[in-house]
């Protein structure tokens, strides 16, 4: 979360800011939700892979959308709500209100 390396935003949810660019690398070393060292976690990769597996099976069996109640806000009130998060021994997704439909 150090500004000196994720900027002045580091609290924002901003998934973007994980894709390289001309003049822009995101900073690997800042990057330690798996630590680092001899003792790095082995789950990883299994981990990482499996996370983007859910997510796409979720995905491609639900379609995916706000509630009708938050889908009435304004678009960064919404944004702002769906993104809320708290501080525990990790970042902590807050009140997440979205509708699961089956395609
Ligand atoms: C999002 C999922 C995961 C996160 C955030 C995570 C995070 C961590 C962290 C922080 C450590 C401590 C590293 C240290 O002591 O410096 C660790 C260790 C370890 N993790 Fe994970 N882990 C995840 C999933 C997994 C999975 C799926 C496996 C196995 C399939 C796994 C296997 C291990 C093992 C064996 C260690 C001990 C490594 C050692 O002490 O040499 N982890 N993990």
Redesign the pocket.
Known sequence: MSPLYWGEDAELFRPERFIDSPGYEWPRDAW?????????????R???V??VCILARMARKYRISPTPEIAKLPKDEQWRRLTKWTVGV?STPGRVDLLFEKR
Not at 32 to 44: A, D, N, R
């Open positions: 330690i939700p798996f630590t680092g060292g001899p003792h790095v976690c082995l789950g990883q299994f981990a990482t499996e996370s990790t």
